[in-house]
């Protein structure tokens, strides 16, 4: 029964902003491990890394791949490039069960350097992406009437600030928790479940691999934790997603779950 709770097998995943380098990735591969059919999506600018990502689930021996449709390309700002992709997945494997949002940006400046058009790029991307990848989700899932997975990904600043400038991208995290929360009190009737994983500072990813560039940083962020290290991006995100992701997480909604070393409980 144990293992049940975390097998996945016969579900369909799909996974927004899985290009290769970031945690969508280990996202992804971590999916198709525990038995899922993985549709991965990202940006069409990203489309090299969006299919070493598909090859890597492939050749481990998973079905991320059962035809050229589960790699898909869409822009998370645009309601109608949101809407295709999940009328795609779901015509392409006939339905889907579990949704993973990783899309996102970061900004890192100052705020009087800040522009108007960036701060809204950021927001557009981290918050309303978020919203609209929420909204199809719920439609098709509610539409299926079979339950569901939503995931979202927030930060670990999404309750707080760090040393590093970036209002808009502290801004816009915070904002994924409580659309998480509204989500799941409005899809929660139709079994659907909505939560958000935060993680601290995993390295080195895309995302952080300009931190390499600042050991003194890195350090910092380290020992910031109450276990004195970085996050692993291969060890330590997979265990947290499955749970969200899967039959274990039944009870579960409108959550965050901080995976930070203990970053938040200071």
């Not at 060890?235 to 969200?244: H, I, Q, R, V």
Request: glycine share 12%; net charge negative; aromatic share 6%.
């Amino acid at each position: 029964m144990v293992n049940a709770l975390f097998d996945l097998s016969g579900k369909v995943a799909l996974v927004i902003g899985a290009a290769a380098g970031g945690l969508g990735e280990r996202a992804a591969r971590t999916l198709a491990e525990a038995g899922a059919v993985v549709a991965v999506a990202d940006l069409a600018t990203r489309g090299e890394d969006l299919a070493a990502t598909a090859r890597t689930c492939w050749t481990g021996g998973h079905r991320a791949m059962e035809n050229q449709a589960s790699e898909h390309r869409v822009d998370v700002t645009d309601e109608r490039s949101v809407a295709a992709l999940f009328e795609n997945v779901a015509a392409a494997h006939g339905r889907i069960d579990i949704v993973v949002n990783a899309a996102g940006i970061m900004l890192r400046k100052p705020y009087d350097e800040t522009s108007l058009q960036e701060f809204e790029q950021v927001v557009r991307v981290n918050l309303t992406g978020t919203w609209l990848v929420g909204r199809e989700a719920g439609k098709t899932l509610t539409r299926q009437g079979r339950g569901g997975r939503i995931v979202n990904l927030t930060t670990v600043y999404a309750e707080r600030v760090g040393p590093v400038p970036e209002s808009a991208y502290y801004a816009a995290k915070a904002g994924v928790v409580n659309v998480t929360r509204a989500l799941a009190a409005e899809l929660g009737p139709h079994g659907i479940t909505v939560n958000c994983l935060a993680p601290g500072v995993f390295y080195p990813t895309q995302m952080t691999a300009a931190l390499g560039e600042r050991p003194d940083r890195l350090k910092w962020f380290a020992e910031r934790t109450m276990l004195g290290r970085l996050g692993d991006p291969d060890a330590d995100f997979a265990g947290p997603l499955l749970l969200m992701a899967g039959p274990a997480s039944a009870y579960m909604t409108g959550q965050v779950v901080y995976i930070d070393g203990g970053w938040s409980a200071w």
